[in-house]
Nanobody, 124 residues
């Protein structure tokens, strides 16, 4: 099992930036990919971005491509999500996730470890 702790959420004006961090502990040696998902009130949890741990191959949802950037620090077992040009529709609880399952890492069902979530609020 992998434990995940997110940080970096908050309130920001539209057009601003935030950087989320997610520190992993536990059985991190088996991690294939880590990612970020978000869930707005009344909506389903949706994929935002993911990174394959060994190759640093990245994936992005169309809604954030070009504005968000995912990266990782292998030595610290930490993944980051740099969010620029934020929009009010980016407002959601952002969840960090990890998976040891090999393959395309863009669906909720693919990931088997989850953090508690961090609130991101973008005001207009």
């Amino acid at each position: 099992q992998v434990q995940l702790v997110e940080s970096g959420g908050g309130l920001v004006q539209a057009g601003g930036s935030l950087r989320l961090s997610c520190a992993a502990s536990g059985r991190t040696y088996s991690t294939y990919a880590m990612g970020w998902f978000r869930q707005a009130p009344g909506k389903e949890r949706e994929f935002v971005s993911a990174i394959v741990w060994s190759s640093s191959t990245t994936f992005y949802a169309d809604s954030v491509r070009g504005r968000f950037s995912i990266s990782r620090d292998i030595a610290k077992n930490t993944v980051f999500l740099q969010m620029n040009s934020l929009k009010p529709e980016d407002t959601a609880v952002y969840y960090c996730a990890a998976t040891n399952r090999i393959g395309l890492a863009t669906s909720v069902s693919k990931f088997n470890s989850w953090g508690q979530g961090t609130q991101v609020t973008v005001s207009s």
